[in-house]
């Protein structure tokens, strides 16, 4: 059974930079993986972030980006703000169908 | 503007099968797969399956293989997802997701609680 990874929690301070990163059981993550990125606030809705690795929705706000870091998909969040507060979730592509990853708690303190 | 509209909640006793409907507007409805995720109370969100409007053809999880089915009504822009032998551990949030090119799940359904208790 393939599973992908995230960080349980991080927590970074208002204006720093935090990355989130998402691994594969299968092995190195690439782009053929089509790595996606979704943000969920309590008692939301997921709201899609990041797409194919680096592409932004025309609501993603400029201080989020997505890349290949290390043989995983990557999150990186400068400037944090407090309302980055959130569990934000990872998505693979494995041929077959799609396989998210646990989710990351991301606290801003 | 994209817009996928879910049926209201649902309480269901173990062992029965549950309906959940999307409705989608502000784009053409055979363009874009709809795909569905599902995400237990306090738990992390689950790829159920996917079904291509256009034609009708679907692609299911393993997990969900035999218990799940996913049919559209292209004349009211409408997808159903089916689920059947419901277990308690199916109590979850159940969203549609529009993937606009592969892995851009870009609009989703606003959720549908399913409930499974006896």
């Known amino acids: 059974q393939t599973v992908v990874t995230q960080e349980p929690s991080l927590t970074v301070s208002p204006g720093g930079t935090v990355t989130l990163t998402c691994a594969s059981s299968?092995?190195?993550?690439?782009?053929?993986?089509?790595p996606s990125w979704f943000q969920q606030k309590p008692g939301q809705t997921p709201r899609a972030l990041i797409y194919?690795?680096?592409n932004k929705h025309s609501w993603t706000p400029a201080r989020f980006s997505g890349s290949l870091l290390g043989g995983k998909a990557a999150l990186t969040l400068s400037g944090v703000q407090p309302e980055d507060e959130a569990e934000y979730s990872c998505?693979?592509?494995?041929?077959?169908?799609?396989?998210f990853g646990g989710g990351t708690k991301l606290t801003v303190l | 503007q994209v817009q996928l509209v879910q049926s209201g909640a649902e309480v269901k006793r173990p062992g029965a099968s549950v309906r959940v409907s999307c409705k989608a507007s502000?784009?053409?409805?055979?363009?874009?797969?709809i795909n569905w995720v599902r995400q237990a109370p306090g738990q992390g969100l689950e790829w159920m399956g996917t079904?291509?409007?256009?034609?009708?053809?679907?692609n299911y999880a393993r997990k969900f293989r035999g218990t799940i089915t996913m049919t559209r009504d292209t004349s009211t822009s409408t997808v159903y997802m089916d689920l059947s032998s419901l277990r308690s551990e199916d109590t979850a949030f159940y969203y549609c997701?529009?993937?606009?090119?592969?892995?851009?799940?870009?609009?989703w359904g606003q959720g549908t609680l399913v409930t499974v208790s006896s």
């Open positions: 997701v529009r993937e606009v090119v592969t892995g851009d799940f870009d609009y």
């Open positions: 502000g784009y053409t409805f055979t363009s874009n797969h």
């Open positions: 079904i291509d409007p256009n034609n009708g053809a679907t």
């Open positions: 299968t092995g190195a993550v690439t782009s053929d993986y089509y």
């Open positions: 194919s690795t680096n």
């Open positions: 998505l693979l592509f494995y041929g077959g169908g799609w396989v």
